[in-house]
């Protein structure tokens, strides 16, 4: 027993060593990534908190307020057209119970006059427009403007329209694929490899166990981006289903394992983008900088810039 540990001991030490130093020195392993963009502003659903979300107006209006990167969902109509709608059923956002996925582009209800924000309870955004967008009109009229597009479905055909949309507008490099489910994360990669790329749910929870056992630094990554909830604003601007998030004790716990100022560091330094959400309050918005995010996913978009004109740039 003796003899083993004189050769364990100094093998967990060294490896220890090596872990540590490697995690602050990415760059002896890992080529830092070299994004076409990188964003400390982004617009969840278009800014749902100052216009309705996910409409032409929403997206007009985080742009000219300074928005860096659009967030939205992606659905398909029974007649193919690509609709950017959190939602597939329509019952939150309309009134009326009917999916996009059953009806035709033309037959879609008109938005709420006055609809709730998901991260914001309590709080309601209204606006002139209450029409559904087409992506292909988002990608049209903001050509140079980097797009987050979740998709939430496993359907190969929707996927592909996505890609053949972004190849259209020469935008693979300003284009992100985004999923919490890894199947449909691997199908989007499988049509188009060239996009970017987030962590999905299962990706994510590897890399905190990487993290924790020293692998991380060993092991690469193909991701450019990590995105998740700040766990502040769960149970106070956002109320969640789960039984198990409305645990003061869970979310604390949540909080103390993911943000780790030494984790998003080494991401960072291996060129990987850090996307907090969803940010609505300046104290949020603040602890997500302190935290080491290197952007802010948020329903308020002037509210963030107001914050990054009166702060100093959080920008690298």
Not at 288 to 315: C, I, W
């Amino acid at each position: 027993m003796s003899s083993f540990m004189y050769y364990l001991l100094p093998a967990v030490g060294g490896y220890t060593l090596a872990s540590l130093y490697l995690l602050k020195n990415p760059h002896i392993l890992h080529k830092k990534k070299q994004p076409a963009f990188y964003c400390t502003h982004i617009s969840h659903r278009g800014g749902s908190g100052e216009r309705i979300e996910s409409t032409m107006e929403a997206f007009t209006h985080a742009v000219e307020v300074g928005t860096e990167m659009l967030e939205l969902d992606c659905h398909m109509t029974q007649d193919g057209h690509l609709i950017v709608s959190h939602d597939d059923n329509l019952l939150r956002q309309t009134g009326h119970d009917v999916s996009i996925s059953s009806i035709n582009f033309e037959e879609l209800p008109l938005y709420k006059e006055r609809l709730e924000v998901t991260f914001y309870a309590g709080r309601y955004s209204t606006g002139s427009d209450r029409k559904f967008a087409l992506l292909e009109d988002v990608f049209r009229t903001f050509p140079k403007i980097p797009v987050n597009i979740e998709v939430k479905e496993k359907n190969r055909e929707l996927i592909e329209k996505v890609s053949a949309l972004v190849k259209k507008y020469d935008r693979e490099d300003i284009t992100v694929w985004a999923s919490v489910k890894s199947d449909i994360m691997k199908e989007c990669r499988k049509v188009n490899s060239s996009m970017p790329y987030m962590f999905t749910e299962t990706r994510g929870l590897q890399l905190l166990l990487l993290y924790y056992t020293g692998l991380l630094p060993f092991v690469p990554l193909g991701e450019s981006f990590l995105q998740y909830y700040l766990p502040q604003v769960i149970n106070r601007t956002y109320i969640p289903d789960s039984a198990i998030l409305r645990n003061r004790m869970v979310i604390s716990l949540i909080e103390k394992l993911t943000l780790r100022k030494g984790l998003f560091q080494h991401l960072k330094d291996r060129g990987i983008q850090i996307h907090l959400f969803v940010c609505n309050e300046e104290q949020d918005i603040e602890a997500a900088f302190e935290a080491g995010a290197t952007g802010v996913m948020t329903d308020y978009p002037y509210l963030l810039s107001n914050y990054l004109r009166t702060h100093k740039q959080r920008r690298e």
